[in-house]
């Protein structure tokens, strides 16, 4: 499946809303994330400065996307940045591509630096575990395409270069 830059930029938004990675399918994350970005009393998370306006328009638009309404998280990595495997579902999919989507730290300027050593030296241990997993789910993905913004657009330069033997595309925002 190929995703366009739009695409890729909208999956880059939804991982800094609270919940990205918690079920099965963007679609039931979304509707669960809406409830919550509608209520006023709730307290949800959002990172990179979205309002919770931008945060609805951005889940809104996901839904409008046939393409993008099929995917499934298949795992996810917390571990002070946040990488989800998405997989298309639809019957198009025949060859089991992934998309690996990984979100910034959200201001963390030690994880921030973590990852600009990783790119210009030796790689830092935080960069080298989330490689490894990125190596790892490659092996068991199929992972295509990756993007990330922002610390996590520095980790999707490392696996391009580093792992992505399956890779048809990178593409890094604020990275």
């Known amino acids: 499946m190929k995703y366009t830059h739009e695409e890729l ?3 880059n938004q939804y991982m800094y809303i609270e919940g990205a990675e918690e079920k099965d ?70 060859n089991k591509e992934s998309l690996l989507v990984s979100r910034g730290t959200g201001g963390d300027n030690d994880i921030w630096r973590d990852s600009f050593k990783g790119i210009i030296g030796e790689l830092t241990p935080e960069s080298l575990k989330y490689l490894n997993w990125t190596k790892e789910k490659d092996n068991e993905y199929n992972i295509t395409y990756t993007t990330g913004q922002s610390n996590e657009g520095c980790q999707t330069q490392i696996f391009a270069v580093e792992a992505g033997k399956n890779l048809k595309e990178a593409i890094s925002f604020d990275g």
Request: glycine share 2%; net charge positive; aromatic share 2%.
């Open 9 to 11: 930029a909208l999956l």
């Open 25 to 94: 399918t963007l679609k039931d994350n979304i509707i669960d994330m809406k409830k919550k970005l509608k209520d006023p009393n709730s307290k949800i998370r959002l990172g990179a400065e979205l309002s919770r306006k931008e945060a609805l328009d951005t889940l809104e638009r996901i839904e409008k996307n046939p393409k993008l309404m099929h995917l499934k998280i298949m795992e996810s990595y917390n571990n002070n940045n946040l990488g989800v495997i998405l997989q298309d579902t639809s019957k198009d999919n025949i």
